[in-house]
C-alpha cells in the first residue's frame, strides 16, 4: 500500500487511527496495529506475510532461548542461528537471482557443461529494512543490552509497525519497543498539527519534487545508450543533478510520511536525514544521510570487525579495511548488482582519501566560511558522481561521464557579458539542455531554500513545524498544498526504497 | 565527572589542545569526532588504561559520562580493590 495513495490517506489511515483510538488503553489497540500493519504489507501479494512472520517469530523464540541458555556458547550460538536465518532469508530473496545469474553467464563463457539454472525470486518489499530490525533484537539480547521481549504481541507489533516496515527507519529495539509496548497517551492537538505536516511535506516532496526529479531522470535516460548512441553534452549533468533530488526527496518523503504517521500512535521514529546535502565530508554525510541504515552498519559491523581486529595491523589501516568492508556492504544491502557494489566501494574510497588529505578541512581553516561552503559544493558532487553508478546501467555510465565532461566545452560557447542576443542564440542552440535545465532550477528551488532553513538549527524542514508563528504555518501550508494540486506529477510512482 | 587522563586521551587524539568535555557531552559535539576517530580513541583509551573493551561494551554509549562509567568499571574489574 503507497503512503501516497487516495486509499491509504482517506481510508486505511482514518479507520486504523480511529479503532486505535477508541481501543488504545486495551490490548485491542495494540491488536488494531498489528492488523493494521498485516493488511498494509500484504496489499498487494498475502505471501510477503510468510518472510515477514518466519523472522518475526524465529528471532521472538530465539530471545527467549537465549535467556534460557546455560552458558555462553550456547547463547552464542542461539545468535548465529538468528543472524544465519535472517540473512539466509535476505540472501535468498535479494541476490539468489543475481548469483545464479552470474554463474550461468560465467559457466556458459567458460563452456563449462553446467547447466546452472536462473533463479527468478520476487522480493518481498522492505525485506532489507525488517529482517535490519529484527537481528537489533537478538544482537541486544546477546549483548546483554536489554531483556528479551516476553510479549509476542507487542514484539509483532515491533517488527511490523506499518509506518516503518517497508522502507524504515530501520529502528533500534531500545527506542521502540518502550513506546510500542507500553499504553500510550492520547495524541495530543499539538502533536497532531505536528504529524499532518510531516505528512503533507512528505506529499509534497514526494509527488511534487522527487516525482518531476524523476521525470527529468526518465527523459535523460532516453538519450543514453541504448536508447541512443549519441553523447549529448549536458544531459549528464541533468541526470546527475536530477537524481541527486529524486533519490533524496523520494526516500525523505517517505521517513516523513513515517515518522508523521507514527505520530498519530504516538510513537516517536528516529530520524533518517539530516541535510545530507550539507555535508563537507564522507563521515559528515553518512552521519546525515540514511542513518538507521549507516549507524546500523557502524554498530554491527563496523565497530565488532575493528575489535575482532586490533592490534593485528597499524591502527589506521585495520579502521580503513573495516570501513571499506562496511562500505560495501551498504552498497549490497541497497541491492544486487555491480554497480550497487562499485557505488559503496565509490563511497568507501572516498573516505579513504579524505582521511589522507582532508580538503573540507584544509579549506575551512584557510578560508573560513567560504572554505566550508566550498566544502560542501565539492563534496555534494561527489556524492552526485556516486549517484551515477547507482542509477545508470554499465552501458549508459560511460555516456554519462562522458556527457557531464563536455559540459565546460558546452559552456564556452554562452557568452554571458556580449548581451542579450548572444544568450538567446546559445539557447536556441542547446535548447534542450536549456529547457531541462530550466525544470530542475523550478524543483531544485524550494528544495534547497527547504534545506537551507533546516541546516541553520541543525533540524529537518518538517521538524521546523514547532519554531513557525501561525501565520508562517498557514503559508507555508497554502504553499504546499498549492503545489501539490498544480504541480504533482501525474504519472505516480512507487517510492524507490520499496525495492530495496 | 570526566577524569584528567581520560579527557587528555580523547584531546590528544583528536589533536585539540583543549575542549569542555563533559558528562553530558555526546561525540558529535565534539569536532572530529567521528567514527573513525571514536574507534582510534578506543583503542588509545585500551592502551593507555590497559583494558580490553567489546563491542557489546562501546556500542550505544550514549555520552562521555558513560565512557567513563565504563572506563571506570573496566579498570576496577582489572584491580579489585
Known amino acids: 500500500l503507497q503512503f501516497h495513495s487516495f486509499i491509504y490517506l482517506f481510508a486505511f489511515l482514518p479507520i486504523a487511527f480511529g479503532l486505535y483510538s477508541i481501543f488504545r488503553r486495551s490490548i485491542v489497540g495494540k491488536i488494531v496495529i498489528l492488523i493494521a500493519s498485516y493488511i498494509f504489507y500484504a496489499w498487494v501479494h498475502v505471501w510477503y506475510l510468510i518472510p515477514l512472520l518466519c523472522t518475526s517469530l524465529l528471532d521472538y523464540a530465539i530471545g527467549l532461548r537465549m535467556e534460557a541458555a546455560p552458558n555462553e556458547v550456547t547463547r552464542r550460538r542461539w545468535l548465529v542461528f538468528s543472524l544465519t536465518a535472517n540473512l539466509g532469508l535476505l540472501a535468498a530473496f535479494k541476490y539468489a537471482g543475481w548469483v545464479s545469474q552470474l554463474l550461468h553467464e560465467g559457466a556458459m563463457r567458460l563452456g563449462l557443461p553446467l547447466a546452472v539454472p536462473i533463479v527468478s525470486v ?27 521481549a516476553k510479549n509476542l504481541l507487542d514484539y509483532l507489533n515491533f517488527v511490523t509497525f506499518f509506518p516503518q516496515l517497508v522502507a524504515g527507519p530501520i529502528q533500534r529495539f531500545r527506542n521502540l519497543w518502550p513506546q510500542i509496548s507500553a499504553t500510550r497517551e492520547r495524541l495530543s492537538s499539538h502533536e497532531a498539527s505536528a504529524a499532518l505536516f510531516l505528512i503533507l511535506w512528505g506529499m509534497f516532496q514526494k509527488t511534487v519534487l522527487a516525482d518531476n526529479f ?20 549536458g544531459m549528464g549533468l541533468i541526470f546527475m543533478y536530477a537524481f541527486a533530488g529524486q533519490i533524496y526527496c523520494d526516500f525523505s518523503a517517505y521517513t516523513n510520511i513515517a515518522r508523521g504517521t507514527a505520530k498519530f500512535f504516538n510513537i516517536e521514529l528516529t530520524r533518517n ?23 546500523w552498519l557502524r554498530d554491527y559491523l563496523f565497530t565488532p570487525l575493528n575489535m575482532a581486529w586490533r592490534g593485528r595491523r597499524g591502527q589506521t589501516y585495520q579502521i580503513m579495511i573495516s570501513l571499506f568492508i562496511t562500505m560495501l556492504a551498504i552498497g549490497l544491502w541497497h541491492g544486487a548488482g555491480l554497480f550497487f557494489i562499485i557505488w559503496g566501494a565509490y563511497h568507501g574510497f572516498l573516505y579513504v582519501v579524505y582521511q589522507l588529505f582532508p580538503l573540507d578541512r584544509f579549506l575551512t ?45 558546452m559552456l564556452s560557447s ?16 542547446n535548447w534542450v539542455f536549456s529547457v ?3 525544470g530542475l532550477c523550478i524543483y531544485a528551488t524550494p528544495l534547497l531554500i527547504a534545506e537551507a532553513l533546516a541546516y541553520r538549527v541543525q533540524a529537518e524542514f518538517g521538524d521546523l513545524w514547532t519554531k513557525m508563528p501561525t501565520w508562517v504555518r498557514i503559508v507555508v501550508i497554502l504553499l504546499l498544498i498549492y503545489g501539490i494540486v498544480f504541480f504533482a506529477y501525474r504519472q505516480g510512482n512507487e517510492f524507490i526504497y520499496f525495492a530495496f | 565527572m570526566i577524569s584528567e587522563r581520560l579527557k587528555g586521551v580523547i584531546l590528544r587524539c583528536l589533536k585539540l589542545d583543549d575542549f569542555d568535555i563533559r558528562d553530558e557531552t555526546i561525540a558529535p559535539q565534539v569536532p572530529g569526532w567521528d567514527s573513525l576517530a571514536h574507534m582510534m580513541i578506543l583503542a588509545e583509551i585500551e592502551t593507555e588504561y590497559g583494558i580490553r573493551f567489546r563491542a557489546a561494551d562501546v556500542v550505544g554509549l550514549p555520552n562521555m559520562g558513560a565512557l567513563q562509567a565504563l572506563v571506570d568499571k573496566k579498570v576496577q574489574a582489572k584491580h579489585p580493590a
Open chain 1, 414 to 429: 554562452l557568452h554571458l557579458l556580449a548581451g542579450g542576443n548572444a544568450i538567446w542564440d546559445w539557447i536556441t542552440r
Open chain 1, 273 to 295: 536525514f539530516l541535510t545530507p546535502y550539507f555535508a563537507t565530508n564522507p563521515s559528515d554525510f553518512w552521519s546525515r544521510w540514511h542513518i538507521s541504515l549507516s549507524s
Open chain 1, 122 to 148: 520476487p522480493l518481498p518489499p522492505g525485506i532489507s529494512f525488517y529482517t535490519f530490525q529484527s537481528m537489533t533484537y537478538t544482537i541486544g539480547v546477546y549483548w546483554m543490552q536489554h531483556p528479551p
Open chain 1, 436 to 438: 531541462l535545465l530550466w
Open chain 1, 214 to 233: 524523476g521525470g527529468l531522470v526518465e527523459f535523460t535516460t532516453r538519450t543514453f545508450p541504448p536508447q541512443s548512441n549519441v553523447v549529448v553534452p
Open chain 1, 365 to 409: 581553516r584557510h578560508l573560513g566560511r567560504l572554505g566550508k561552503a566550498l566544502s560542501i559544493v565539492i563534496f555534494f558532487h561527489l556524492v552526485c558522481i556516486g549517484w551515477i553508478f547507482f542509477r545508470s546501467s554499465p552501458q549508459q555510465a560511460g555516456t554519462i561521464v562522458e556527457s557531464v565532461l563536455r559540459v565546460p566545452a
